[in-house]
């Protein structure tokens, strides 16, 4: 079924829409964005009954598409999640605003004084699964960093993100910013999707999030520069000076807290030496959770564990599944990460600051962690508000992408005549 | 004349072995990188003769192949401008090192102890003209900032950028560095430069430097990212409010200073109001140093200018020529740089700050100037040490490319058994 005719020349007007609205925005003072975002979110709440109408109709096409119940849940606005949604855009909107801030300052020797100012990055599009609540944080995101938007959210929740773009609209109306600055790709047709990364005169970064599907299309055919969005198979490694209790919480936290979010533990390395004193324990608590250990020849001597694949090292479940191995030394556990890891969240579970340091050195993921869960890889655990995602690439954004990383920056040099020797 | 047979596995190979390197490299100790670029720098001067044969051998291919002067002065390398060499990679030695450096770190309530540092990006590709001393400083920066290089020089300098590699391979090896640190592609053929653009298992980020054929190629071709590096069509504005002694000092300075670099001056506009006390002034200026004024109609009627046609808006002469325009008022300037500018350096004479605030704010070129000399645009005026470019992008680096430019980050966060709620 076919609901546009022409989708390239629909594409291109959006990219020209969002580039003029781009203009605008770029100069909007912090006070109206925050008055858009607050307008925004009023209008969220006045509507819930219209949005959660929407929902059931994407709920009820979704049953028939047979979702599996995980999809589903994603899918699903409770009022209560959408007083989350409410609560985001607030959030958003009480934050410091990043355009226009100072991010250094000096002074040369010839006589100039140099600042180092952040600006918008220009048009933004986001690619994202069937989750409404990313429309609003998307959205929100955008605007507060004064970049307009184009969002493309998954074709199962096509309604609901309608019914939440009309009042991020309302929002920007209400502060007397353009419409166009947050568009909503009216078509669930994928060829849109294949358009906007190629639109490089419109688009300036794309931020893909989902899952291994889309990220492969992105790298395959992105013209466009990507925010890169890699899966999260997070690592814990359980280090022969962990501390048997630290091990303990966080490796249950890390892997049961929540098992469908990127930073879920995917995967145990346990050093030999701890075997015995530590890690024998944490196995059977994550088994006594009901959590399925799929664990290497050693580890398969605790009753109850299942026999690791090689499928399992370097998979990310998002559920209730953990994959589980003895590792030599540090070494070993840091060989196995760089060799399965994603660069995403990898931690280590020690008491040796010189093995805390060798781990952060030797490995490169957004997000090193000791002695601490790894469901904190979330840009509101930072204190960045909210975020679209976590970025596994290198360049630009990385971690947890929030408003501020979405910006760029530009140098603003202060002469007094002062000419070049 | 092919000089090598297999292209796309010469490449890989050159690819798999940068990857390498940039493994050790990214945890090499500053000291160690400070020896190799010293014992670099003594290679390059103890081999000055040596170098100059080669450079020699280019120049002759050069005068064969009837190369512009501008082209063969770019090409020529005098035992001074060996110094220069020399002196630039002392620069790159002495300046701090950016890896592993904190650009912050901050406390959550949760317990979390969070700290951003600065890594290295990995491989990086850089693509350039016949400039045999860029040889050297992208080699030294790339170095100082923990990531391998793969050079591709000009195939006019071929010569003398190979006498200059082989000195900082001996520095990587004086220093005990792996000599694939620092690779330059050993043939001439374009299809190198092509395959270099889609390596994207192996170059992290290509950062070109030359001419529209290059930059246009890369546009078109590269599925590696890259550092946009536009053409420098600077504007200069005379305003309404502009002192006439500083704006002739700058806009002579501006354009005549050095024609051939990518800040000198290419376009004049000039306020109406400012054209008979400050703008007549100044083109009689730029005139009588003999600089070929290409004038509107109204600046036509100064003696001594050119009629300017459409195609000079937007130009980049890099030569004694400027274009020159009156304009109604200050929002006609901003209009004109934005239709014709390049994002690269545009500047205002103006003494009236709420003037300049609105060109600043209005505007968005990487370096934003106000009474000073666009020639200032050079990250050694900037205090970065030496630049392997400017940036006219976006995404990750913008204005001077310099060692620090060159980084990315990560987030080490430490806790003590701390979970999330």
Redesign the interface.
Known sequence: MKDVDDIPALMADIGRRARSAAEVL??AAPETKVKALEAAADAVWDRREEIMAANEADLAHGRDKGLSDAMMDRLTLSEDRIAGVVEGLRAVAAQEDPVGSVMAE?D?D?G?H?RRVR?P??VIGVIYESRPNVTADAGALCLKSGNAVILRGGSESFHSSQAIHACLVAGLEAAGLPADAIQLVPTRERAAVQEMLTM?NTI??IVPRGGKGLVALV?REARV?VFAHLEGIVHIYIDKEA?P??AL??V???KT?RTGICGAAECLLIHRDALDTVGQGVVRALLDREVEVRADETLQAIAGTQAATEEDWGREYLDSVIAARVVEDIDAAIAHIRRYGSQHTDCIITEDDAA?ARF???L??????????T??ADGG???MGAEIGIATG???A??PVGAMQLT?????????????R
Do not use: C
């Open positions: 770029a100069m000096w040369m010839s100039l140099i600006t990055l220009g490089t300036d970064v790298q520069p501390d209790q630290k919480d966080v249950l936290n890390a807290r805390a952060f050195a030797r490169d993921s957004a997000i090193m962690m000791r002695n601490a869960s469901q904190f655990e930072f204190g290198k360049l630009h990385r971690g760029s920056f530009k140098y603003l040099v202060e002469g007094d005549g002062t000419v070049r």
